[in-house]
């Protein structure tokens, strides 16, 4: 090109300047234009936006429901977005008019869970924290995935400028607790004497449950072996709406386990509460039942009892079969023992055939005590049962098997005795030999756990309110007073008393005599 214009610029058949002045116009009209186009170019230019999340869990999805031109968080010339499926557009009809009838929750919420169904896949943005890169338009949010024991939430409809937004369905929680018999303090550990009836507490929070057209909320309790449950009907369960208002009866229901009585469920009607305005989002539910502490209860070193609870609970409010459950919660109730030795005052030697009764009377009366140690009054005794191995267990209230009120002594353990609790041993029958105590024993044993009460640090007693460090009492028998048959000092004794009675009446006679000669 510069070769064949150089020729021409030599044959003359082009002016040098006029051709400058052609080319300096030429430049003149490229700039222009170019300077034109720039502006242009940048009007063209995609602006995207981002949806930020707060507090939200998991993976959320943002589908475009409808686009068009946004101005100031307004938009116009609708069209159904990008993610809504061509079927979809045909079932949902005209978008501006869908659109423009969104004019409330209530609408935006009916219309979301409409339109979910006819979503393409993969979605317009998805993230955690946040989506990027969306265009300007109507965007539906939902979970695609949550953690474990989280929710899904409900679908979100949101205007995209730079938003952020905040997910409405939350995930309940429970708590569990046992209530100590002394102090009356909730926790997670208790102790009782068999027999006892023990309380028990769930804590259990209401979630926002706002989409959900049905929503489970099941108490799941189960008691071991050593507990009995008290639960048998509804009338059984008692609920407090923040620990304060008791719920109506007709809002829950109660199901026992078939093949296991210890176990049963609490089935809460959220949606009507809430509906009803008994109970609100954030509220707490407290759950009241007891049990007993039953004949078949661990005593300390050989284990405990425990009660344990979770809640189920559902999860995604566009799936009513979908649920999910709290962590298990637990806490136990313990029972002690006590090992009473017979044993010789002087030699410490073990002896045997001794009988006891046991009480919580420090000053009980045993009547007319028998030749065999049983007292006429046994008002204040508690009631044992006997085991094979000699042993003795504390009888429940309304236990049917045979019990003993005397125990014979030796060496012999008491089972399901509660801490903190004064117990009082009254020696009735004293081996023979020797002298029986007249006074009780008194004896309490007391006990420390670790913070999640599923063990003791230590356990100890007092004995007539001296601590040790064992859990026994040493009852100790010192032998009677005798007299010899014959000779000795006792036979001397009675002589000598004999002689000088004597001689008193002796004198006295004497006396008399003269007195009445005179």
Same mark, same amino acid.
């Not at 490229?30 to 999340?53: D, G, K, N, Q, S």
């Given at each position: 090109?510069?070769?064949?214009? &150089? ?77 809504? &499926? ?39 943005? &998805? ?116 620990? &304060? ?142 085991? *094979? ?88 028998? *010192? ?40």
């Amino acid at each position: 090109m510069w070769t064949t214009q &150089t020729k021409l610029f030599e044959q003359g058949d082009i002016k040098p300047m006029k051709y400058m002045k052609k080319l300096m116009t030429l430049l003149a009209v490229l700039t222009l234009a170019l300077a034109m186009a720039v502006p242009a170019f940048a009007e063209t230019t995609t602006t995207t936006y981002t949806i930020t999340i707060n507090n939200g869990t998991g993976t959320y999805a943002a589908y475009q429901i409808f686009k068009g031109d946004l101005y100031n968080n307004t938009l116009s010339n609708i069209k159904w977005g990008d993610n809504v &499926t061509h079927d979809g557009q045909k079932v949902l009809g005209n978008p501006a008019d869908r659109a423009k009838a969104l004019t409330g929750e209530a609408e935006a919420k009916a219309f979301a869970s409409e339109v979910a169904q006819y979503l393409t896949d993969p979605a317009a943005g &998805t993230g955690t924290d946040s989506i990027t890169g969306l265009a300007a338009g109507y965007y539906l949010i939902k979970n695609t995935d949550v953690g474990t024991g989280e929710v899904f939430t409900d679908y979100i409809l949101q205007v995209v400028e730079n938003v952020t937004v905040q997910p409405k369905s939350g995930k309940p929680t429970l708590d569990k607790q046992i209530r100590h018999n002394e102090t009356g303090a909730w926790g997670v550990v208790g102790d009782n004497q068999i027999g006892d009836t023990v309380e028990f507490r769930t804590i259990t929070t209401v979630p926002n449950v706002s989409g959900y057209t049905q929503y489970e909320y099941v108490i799941y309790d189960e008691m071991s072996a050593g507990l009995t449950s008290n639960v048998k009907t509804k009338n059984d369960v008692t609920i407090k709406v923040n620990d &304060t208002t008791e719920l109506d009866k007709k809002y829950y229901t109660v199901t026992v386990d078939e093949k296991n009585a210890n176990k049963f469920t609490v089935t809460v009607d959220v949606l009507q509460a809430i509906q009803d305005k008994k109970m609100d989002t954030g509220n707490e539910l407290y759950t009241y039942y007891t049990g007993i502490l039953n004949k078949n209860a661990k005593v300390y070193k050989d284990g405990k009892q425990d009660n344990k609870a979770y809640l189920e609970y559902s999860n995604n409010p566009h799936d009513n079969k979908t649920t999910n459950k709290t962590p298990e919660k637990v806490v136990y109730d313990w029972t002690f023992k006590m090992e009473i030795n017979k044993i010789d005052g002087e030699s410490n030697a073990p002896l045997s055939d001794a009988k006891f009764v046991l009480s919580k009377n420090g000053n009980c009366s045993l009547g007319t005590i028998g030749d065999d140690g049983t007292p006429s009054i046994t008002t204040d005794l508690i009631d044992l049962i006997e085991n *094979n191995d000699g042993s003795y267990t504390v009888a429940p209230a309304g236990y049917t098997g045979p019990v003993v009120k005397v125990m014979t002594a030796g060496k012999i353990t008491i089972k399901g005795l509660d801490d903190a609790t004064e117990y009082y041993l009254y020696e009735t029958k004293a081996p023979a030999g020797y002298n029986r105590l007249t006074d009780a024993v008194k004896f309490k044993i007391t006990a420390t756990y670790n913070d999640t009460g599923d063990s003791y640090t230590s356990v100890t007693a007092a004995v007539n309110d001296v601590e040790q460090s064992s859990v026994s009492v040493q009852v100790a028998n *010192n032998k009677g007073s005798t007299l010899p048959s014959t000779g000795g000092i006792g036979t001397t004794l009675f002589y000598v008393i004999g002689g000088v009675l004597m001689a008193v009446a002796a004198v006295l006679l004497v006396t008399k005599k003269r007195m009445n000669n005179k």
